[in-house]
């Protein structure tokens, strides 16, 4: 077998291999101290609620991972099973953060997909998603609607 011939492994889904309704589950990833650090530190984001772990007044017990965060790692689990290698474009993103998500948390998302609209060239669609993130105990944390543009079949 050549590696033309050869199943690639961790391929993501054509557009036309997807239909309205289908539903996927993501794999769990725990959110980690060194994840909140390293993140508030890249982006900028040294609110107090995220640097100063004796900080009383906030409104979230724990230390609080910011939603970008969450949401940041939710997409990498869709980017390592469902887009990769087919993914085009993220065209818009709306979020809705429902709950907090501190350390030690595990996060992991229900996907949907809302709507599929073949484009009039070069093989490719507009698809729709709706996901939900929940946490360890299966409390909704977020959710938010995707519209990506993705790779038909190679000819």
Known sequence: MTENQA???GQGYYWQDL???QRFRTFRRTVTETDIVNFISVTGMLETIFIDATYEHGAIRGRPAPGALTYGLIEGLLMQGMVQGTGLALLEVHKKM????VAGDTVWAE??????RPTSKHNRAVVDSAIEVRNQHGTPVMSYTATRMLAGRPG
């Open 7 to 9: 199943p690639l492994l």
């Open 19 to 21: 239909q309205v309704g």
């Open 98 to 101: 429902l709950a907090p998500v």
């Open 111 to 116: 996907v949907e997909v809302t709507g599929i």
